[in-house]
Nanobody, 122 residues
Framework: QVRLVESGGGLVQAGGSLRLSCAAS??????MGWFRQAPGKEREFVAA????????RYADSVKGRFTISKANAENTVYLQMNSLKPEDTAIYYC?????????????????WGQGTQVTVSS
């Protein structure tokens, strides 16, 4: 059984920073990603990273502000979020898969965390 546990969410003012963590347990996972869902909106892709951590992809809306990284020894993925905007407010979900490449589509991920709330005030 795979378990993903996110942490690091919270309330921050616009322009501030947060670092989300997602710790995986149960088996070795490869591709990992972050998605988010704002109230009344569909879940959307934020960032993804491959097995080795050598390749990452970002949504245009967060490019240049967010950085995804991976600590394989800890089976943990991080999302550093800088220059936060009110429109970044959402529940952020971690996802994982046994693929070795970068996975962009939510339906391709096998496991999901419970989500962590990020609220950015103006």
């Amino acid at each position: 059984q795979v378990r993903l546990v996110e942490s690091g969410g919270g309330l921050v003012q616009a322009g501030g920073s947060l670092r989300l963590s997602c710790a995986a347990s149960g088996r070795t996972l490869y591709a990992m990603g972050w998605f988010r869902q704002a109230p009344g909106k569909e879940r959307e892709f934020v960032a993804a990273i491959n097995w080795t951590g050598s390749t990452s992809r970002y949504a245009d809306s967060v490019k240049g502000r967010f950085t995804i990284s991976k600590a394989n020894a800890e089976n943990t993925v991080y999302l550093q979020m800088n220059s936060l905007k009110p429109e970044d407010t959402a529940i952020y979900y971690c996802a994982a898969d046994t693929s070795r490449g970068v996975v962009l589509r939510a339906e391709l991920y096998d496991w999901w965390g419970q989500g962590t709330q990020v609220t950015v005030s103006s």
